[in-house]
């Protein structure tokens, strides 16, 4: 019972930072309101069109911006003061949001709207990501990092709870303005927690090209044969896991035939599932066993939706999609604290950034994909080959690190 503690301690240390306190709270808030949007923008643009494909061109227009541009912004994370990088860009997210609420509630809302909205929303995020991730070491420290991420995640995935499930009554009730209204508003919250901390700001000088910097990044991360290996999971997770949150709305609709409550309760579930995840990972004592732990979360992620796919009752696809959320944050939540804790401070932004690249940026390619299979051969089929990708993957990176570890064993070395 007192490890159990000690763990449960562990896992909440970075709250004992009370401008860490500050900003998760602020945060907490505002991503409930960006997954409301997130709910009710997906929901709209299929009730809008009647067609798997036309999320998955949601999902590259929100998401694509990050294939293009997440290196850059590494580099610029780098180079300048993170809190009011952060500040302006969720600044800019508010009038986004507004936008979007204004022209919904107003009943003139067309498809093109939303995508292009969705695609400006895109291009925010794509700064704003690296910048907020890494902002956390400025506020905490490396010492208490992984627990700052953790709960982050946690946060970010309890929203993701909260969020859904009320942007599905709010969009059965009021419909889908009143959600990006609500988001809207939600962003006061991060605006006014970072106005109150006070974090120290030392942006570093450039020392290179724009060009050269993002090569000196590239080569770090390729020179590393465990943190090449951790990037190559990531990619296969983004351009093939998460596509099941493209294939969602149809699941909900037409395949479990539970409308937008049952989306919410789905979207929900997953939520639950990563919020445990994330607290779990959190827990972690040092970097041991990193590789492997990664590769269970991937694998929870394959089989959760090989599962999904044979299912036709909705509280059994909810359950699976609580596997499904605690596999991708497990995964994700111990990627990104190995990378931040281990890259030198004057890259971290640039290691962090490939790590979003891939994460962000493959993504919405794998959700065009999916939603153009879908449109073919049907969720279920599309859902089942994305889950096969990440099991294989997953058995692959536990055979790979335990090779590792072998020969940094015999070499009188350790890996985590």
């Not at 859904?164 to 959600?179: D, N, S, T």
């Not at 395949?255 to 599932?273: A, N």
């Not at 990664?294 to 992620?301: H, K, R, T, Y």
Request: net charge positive.
């Amino acid at each position: 019972m007192g490890r159990l503690a000690s763990r449960i301690r562990h896992a909440f240390r970075a709250l004992r930072h009370r401008h860490f306190r500050v900003f998760w709270i602020g945060q907490w808030l505002s991503v409930n309101g960006t997954w409301m949007q997130t709910t009710a923008q997906a929901w709209l643009v299929y009730r809008l069109t009647n067609s798997p494909l036309m999320l998955g061109v949601l999902s590259v227009v929100r998401f694509g911006p990050a294939l293009v541009g997440a290196p850059i912004a590494g580099v610029l994370t780098d180079r300048l003061p993170r809190r009011l990088l952060v500040l302006a860009t969720q600044s800019i997210s508010l009038v986004q949001a507004s936008l979007l609420a204004t022209l919904t509630l107003a009943g003139v809302v067309r498809v093109w709207h939303v995508l292009v909205l969705a695609l400006f929303q895109g291009v925010v995020d794509t700064l704003d990501t690296p910048a907020r991730q890494t902002l956390q070491v400025d506020i905490v420290g490396v010492e208490d990092l992984q627990s700052a991420v953790s709960l982050n995640s946690s946060a970010f995935n309890a929203a993701r709870m909260v969020g859904p499930a009320l942007a599905g009554v709010l969009v059965a009730v009021w419909g889908e303005g009143v959600c990006f209204a609500v988001n809207a508003v939600s962003y006061l919250a991060v605006l006014i927690a970072l106005l109150t901390i006070r974090i120290p700001s030392s942006p570093r000088p450039a020392k290179g090209s724009l060009r050269d910097e993002l090569a000196e990044g590239l080569s770090y991360a390729w020179g590393n044969r465990q943190i090449r290996l951790m990037l190559a999971a990531i990619a296969v997770t983004s351009g093939f896991g998460l596509s099941y949150t493209t294939l969602l709305p149809v699941f909900a609709r037409d395949v479990l035939h539970g409308g937008v409550q049952g989306f919410g309760l789905l979207m929900s579930s997953g939520g639950l599932g990563a919020m445990v995840g994330a607290l779990g990972a959190a827990a972690r004592r040092g970097t041991r066993h990193t590789g492997m732990i990664i590769a269970v979360g991937q694998g929870a992620l394959g089989i959760g939706l090989m599962a999904l796919a044979g299912t036709r009752w909705l509280p059994l696809a909810s359950a699976w999609m609580v596997m499904i959320g605690l596999g991708v944050a497990v995964q994700l939540s111990t990627t990104n604290g190995f990378l931040q804790t281990t890259a030198p401070p004057h890259m971290r932004g640039r290691v962090v950034s490939l790590y979003i690249w891939l994460f962000s940026g493959l993504s919405p390619i794998g959700g065009f994909v999916a939603g153009w299979v879908a449109e073919h051969a049907g969720a279920p089929w599309t859902a089942a080959g994305a889950g096969l990708a990440c099991l294989v993957s997953a058995v692959l990176m536990g055979v790979e690190m335990s090779v590792l570890r072998r020969s940094f064993e015999r070499a009188g070395g350790r890996i985590s």
